[in-house]
C-alpha cells in the first residue's frame, strides 16, 4: 500500500503553490499518494496589497488570531505524513495559515503524525517558526522537518522589491534595476532536492536525520544579523498589536506603526548591529550557536 501525505497550504501570491509542486514532485514520482490541499479564506486577502490593508492584518497576525476558513476536504482520515506551506506576515506566522493549524480538520490528521514545513518570506522567519512549533505541539503532532525560503537579495534591497511585488503584484525587476522579488526561481526548483531526501525518510520510516540531511543540502540558513534583529522585533511588534488591538480607532495608531517600522529598519537595525558588534557578540559565541542550531535542526 502506498504511503499518503498531506500537503496542505495558503498562497496569496502563486508562489507557495509553485513551491509544494516541486518539493512534492519526488514525492509523487515515487508513487506516494500526495494530497494536495489549497486552503482559502472566507474573506480573501486581495493580492496585490493595499498599503493601508497590509498593515491592518499586522495585530491579529502578531497575535495569533485566526479567520474563518472556506470549506475544504482531505481525502483521508489519516496520513503518513503532513507538509504544511505557509508565510510570515509581521514575523508571525500568516493569518491563513494560523487558522489551518487551528482548524478541527487540521489537528485531528496531524496529532501523533510527522509534520514538515515548507515557508517562504522576506528573509525573516525565526518568530514565525518558533509560533508554528509551538501550535503543532498544542496539536499533538511530531515536528520532524522544515524547509525555510527567503529572498536572498540584502535586507534593504528586498524590502524596497517586496513592497513592489506586494503593492503592484508584478514579480519583476523594479525600476529594471533591481532584482526580481521573492524566492528565486532557482530555489523553488531546488526544493525537490529536499523532496527527494523526504521521500528516503518516509519510505524507511526514519525521521531522526532528516532535518541534518535536508540543512546539509541547504534547507536552511540562519544570518546572524537577522536574527538580532528579529528576536528584538518580534517583542516590540507585539507590544505594538497588543496596544493597537485595544483602540477603538486603530488606523491612526496602524499607520503611526508603519512610519516605526520604516524607521526602525533604515535607522534603528543598523545603530543595533553595530552595538552588538561592540558589546555582545565577541562575548557571547556559545549561546549564538546554539540559538543557531536551535533553528537549523528544530531542537
Given at each position: ?48 496589497w493595499t498599503g493601508s ?243 537549523l535542526l528544530l531542537n
Amino acid at each position: 500500500m502506498s504511503k499518503k501525505v498531506l500537503a496542505i497550504y495558503y498562497t496569496q501570491s502563486g508562489q507557495m503553490t509553485d513551491i509544494i509542486s516541486n518539493f512534492t514532485a519526488p514525492l509523487i514520482a515515487g508513487g506516494v499518494d500526495v494530497d494536495i490541499v489549497l486552503v482559502q479564506p472566507v474573506v480573501n486577502y486581495d493580492f496585490p496589497w493595499t498599503g493601508s490593508r497590509f498593515f491592518s492584518v499586522m495585530p491579529d497576525c502578531q497575535l495569533g488570531v485566526p479567520t474563518e476558513l472556506q470549506p475544504f476536504e482531505l481525502k483521508h482520515n489519516a496520513y503518513d505524513l503532513v507538509i504544511l506551506g505557509y508565510q510570515p506576515w509581521f514575523l508571525s506566522p500568516s493569518i491563513p495559515s494560523n487558522s489551518i493549524i487551528q482548524h478541527p480538520k487540521f489537528r485531528a490528521v496531524v496529532k501523533d503524525t510527522p509534520v514538515v514545513t515548507i515557508s517562504a518570506g522576506r528573509n525573516m522567519w525565526l518568530n514565525a517558526f518558533d509560533k508554528i512549533k509551538q501550535l503543532l505541539a498544542d496539536a499533538g503532532a511530531k515536528f520532524v522537518g522544515n524547509v525555510a525560503l527567503v529572498d536572498n537579495n540584502p535586507n534593504f534591497v528586498s524590502f524596497i522589491t517586496i513592497f513592489y511585488w506586494m503593492l503592484t503584484g508584478k514579480k519583476e525587476r523594479y525600476l529594471n534595476i533591481f532584482p526580481k522579488p521573492g524566492v528565486s526561481e532557482e530555489d523553488i526548483k531546488h526544493t525537490s532536492v529536499y523532496g527527494e531526501v523526504l521521500l528516503q525518510h518516509l519510505n524507511n520510516g526514519d525521521w531522526d536525520t532528516l532535518q541534518q540531511e535536508m540543512v546539509d543540502k541547504g534547507a536552511v540558513r540562519v544570518k546572524y544579523p537577522l536574527m538580532v534583529i528579529e528576536g528584538k522585533a518580534g517583542v516590540i511588534f507585539k507590544a505594538w498589536a497588543k496596544f493597537i488591538s485595544k483602540r477603538k480607532n486603530k488606523m491612526p495608531w496602524i499607520t503611526a506603526y508603519k512610519y516605526y517600522l520604516f524607521i526602525a529598519l533604515f535607522l534603528g537595525a543598523p545603530i543595533l548591529l553595530t552595538l552588538d558588534a561592540i558589546f555582545l557578540r565577541p562575548f557571547t559565541q556559545k549561546s549564538i550557536r546554539a540559538k543557531k542550531q536551535h533553528y537549523l535542526l528544530l531542537n
